[in-house]
């Protein structure tokens, strides 16, 4: 086992918390707690043009949602700058760097040429060797890292095994743009240097920069962190995830009624696997969680499987944690906004109380929430189209006219009591507890689906039960 693993997520603030990113973030989190050591958040806004604030706190926001917490201070590397700057003018020092006065125009030249003879199109080292006094006066050089060419790099990578790049195939990358600001491949080996990073786990898309990123640590004299590079996560049908498949912020699970110990049991098994369990706690993450398990193929996302997952966590979470995130994020879910702030303790009361029967049918807290609605409809009910044709048949509301006194006699209002007596009744009248069962809950939850008919009952009280009965003999409508 390795000792104080460092670890670090570092997302670009140009856009929300992504499903992979959130992946990413999992992953180094559970690497560092496996291993006794720390996992550190960067900000990589180098782009000041596109980084923003929004993007910034939606960032921050899903980590804490997710449960993710980092530990230290966030490091924003623009604040950064003028380290990344000592570390290039060092290099141009010492000859591993140089600069290149190539205008834009002989740049676009230089790759359609590439493009043309079939090869890559990068830099073709054209101010590699070049004398600068022979500069034009009229541009402002980039600095260029003197990358080797010949030979090869070498990842070697805890998923990927031994990853083989020729030089040749990488050219001389740019450490500093024309106006002095640094690039985000050489702020990235820096600020991992600095901050003590020893594993890199990331999508296998950045293979490429960790060989690039290896020959400047070694120009450098620095040991590299280890690598880990993950394949990305596609959509059910194989294809690269896309907004269709649930290439969506963090938030919008949250909004979607997602709880976060369900989603990152979910994210845990795209991609990593510990023999064929599926339900893994978070202690059990943090126990089991190692490199090796990480497979090479993509993962595939399943909302499906995630749905599933998310309504096993429901059903067995504790009714008052539920409530309590129902309550963080109920102006958040859609199609649930009316109840955001129409609901008052007494509501919340009879919420907690309905919950075991409701979290038997929800895989989502926001179908949860729907389900629910009975609970605080004010009378009369309206009727679905199944509950009104149910409640349209005269033996129906007969069998509701026979029951009201029964209901009127329990003196103790207990789920146990209301079921012996409403099947006593059904032996009495040799009426099927079906035939009792549906109309009842037509008449009390306005549908033709709810929890148990007895739970029902039990929540919703003696005095609304039987004025909910009561409005059905009134509506004239049915």
């Excluded at 893994?280 to 126990?287: D, G, L, P, V």
């Amino acid at each position: 086992m390795t000792k104080k693993a460092i670890t670090r997520f570092a997302p670009s603030p140009t856009g929300f918390l992504h499903i992979g990113g959130a992946r990413t973030a999992l992953f180094n989190w559970l690497y560092a707690r496996r291993n006794g050591g720390k996992m550190l958040l960067r900000i990589e806004d180098t782009d000041r043009a596109r980084s923003t604030t929004e993007a910034i706190d939606a960032i921050l926001d899903g980590m804490k949602w997710l449960g993710l917490d980092w530990d230290g201070e966030v490091v924003y590397q623009h604040q950064r700058a003028d380290r990344h700057t000592e570390i290039a003018r060092q290099l141009l020092a010492e000859g591993k760097a140089y600069y290149c006065y190539c205008s834009p125009e002989e740049l676009t030249k230089m790759r359609e040429k590439a493009r043309a003879e079939g090869r890559a199109p990068g830099y073709d080292g054209t101010w590699r060797d070049r004398d600068p006094s022979t500069a034009p006066d009229n541009v402002k050089p980039v600095v260029r890292f003197r990358a080797p060419d010949e030979g090869e790099t070498v990842i070697r990578d805890h998923v990927q095994g031994d990853v083989r790049f020729a030089n040749r195939d990488l050219d001389d990358l740019i450490l500093l743009r024309s106006d002095g600001t640094p690039t985000y491949m050489l702020s990235v080996i820096v600020d991992d240097h600095d901050m003590g990073i020893t594993h890199i786990i990331r999508g296998d898309d950045h293979l490429t920069n960790a060989a690039r990123q290896s020959q400047i640590y070694a120009a450098l004299g620095w040991q590299p962190p280890e690598f880990a590079h993950i394949p990305l996560i596609h959509g059910p049908d194989g294809a690269k995830l896309s907004k269709r498949h649930g290439a969506l912020g963090v938030e919008a699970y949250r909004a979607m009624g997602y709880l976060p110990e369900a989603l990152r049991n979910y994210l845990v098994r795209l991609g990593w696997s510990h023999g064929d369990d599926e339900i893994i706690s978070t202690k059990q993450m943090i126990e089991w969680f190692d490199l090796d398990h990480i497979g090479r193929s993509a993962a595939r996302f399943d909302f499906k499987k995630l749905e599933n997952l998310n309504g096993h966590y429901i059903r067995h979470g504790d009714d008052r944690e539920l409530i309590s995130a129902i309550k963080v994020s109920l102006h958040e879910f859609e199609s649930c906004e009316d109840l955001a702030e129409s609901l008052d303790e007494e509501d919340w009361r009879k919420f907690e109380l309905a919950m075991p029967g409701l979290k038997e049918r929800a895989k989502t807290l926001v179908e949860l929430v729907n389900n629910a609605r009975y609970l605080f409809v004010k009378r009369p009910l309206s009727f679905d189209k199944k509950a009104r044709k149910l409640l349209g048949k005269e033996d129906a509301r007969h069998v509701l006219e026979r029951l009201t006194p029964v209901l009127e006699n329990i003196e103790e209002w207990s789920v146990e009591a209301l079921e012996q007596s409403v099947r006593d009744f059904s032996q009495e009248t040799d009426i099927a507890l079906g035939k009792i069962a549906q109309p009842l809950r037509a008449a009390l939850t306005g549908g033709a689906v709810s929890p148990g008919i007895f739970d029902v009952l039990f929540v919703l009280g003696k005095k609304e039960t039987l004025a909910r009965i009561a409005d059905v003999g009134k509506n004239d409508e049915l």
